[in-house]
């Protein structure tokens, strides 16, 4: 397309110099980065770098013993990023192959500029799905999420429902997943105890 046949001319932003990197940092760590915004006081105890072991289930046809590791990160805007990536153990606990990974945002609802314990959340993972969780924390320590609506790609899980239950028990974050798919309603599918590594 010639500069004649575009009225508008050519966009800013084709001959402009180079930019520098991301100029902005997001942290786990609550002793360095940006402040934590106001909003997620109550979500603090769950920022950090967390690894540990859990137990899986459904939908595989047998359980099975991973590895986890999760990323609780903030940039000192309202919400939390949450990063996630485990590895399947074996009977040794020796590393067996990867498994799944998992990304999203926890988003605290405001209400009068105030954080109310209503919260958002949404995660998306490479077996095709994307979930968006309502629920409320329950205190500092505790997060009970339900899936409100749940979307996946042609080829991707056929989800249907999902509850996520976290908590910090003793130092340590734990979680409960549980999943359905199709019409199996929600059975057991991940649970974890995770240590503080980082944070």
């Not at 009225?7 to 786990?28: F, I, K, R």
């Not at 360095?32 to 967390?50: A, E, K, N, Q």
């Not at 209503?118 to 799905?129: R, S």
């Not at 979930?131 to 609506?149: F, P, Q, V, W």
């Amino acid at each position: 397309m010639s500069e004649q046949d575009n009225p508008l001319g050519p966009p800013p932003w084709l001959n402009a110099p180079p930019v520098d990197a991301y100029p902005y940092e997001d942290t786990h760590d609550l002793r360095s980065g940006p402040d934590l915004h106001p909003s997620l006081l109550g979500l603090l105890p769950f920022v950090g770098l967390w690894r540990g072991r859990g137990q899986g289930g459904f939908p595989a046809d047998e359980d099975y013993n991973f590895a986890q590791e999760v990323r609780i990160s903030h940039d000192g805007r309202p919400f939390l990023r949450f990063e996630s990536r485990s590895w399947l153990l074996d009977e040794d606990s020796k590393p067996l192959g990867q498994w799944t990974a998992e990304s999203g945002f926890w988003r605290p609802v405001l209400r009068d500029g105030r954080p109310a314990d209503d919260m958002e959340a949404l995660m998306i993972n490479p077996d095709g799905v994307a979930e968006l969780y309502l629920g409320k924390t329950i205190g500092t320590t505790r997060l009970e999420i339900d899936a409100d609506a749940i979307a996946y790609t042609p080829t991707g899980q056929h989800a249907t429902g999902a509850k996520r239950l976290f908590g910090i028990v003793e130092g340590a974050l734990l979680y409960a997943h549980e999943l359905a798919i199709d019409d199996s309603g929600l059975l057991p599918h991940m649970s974890a105890r995770l240590l503080r590594i980082g944070g």
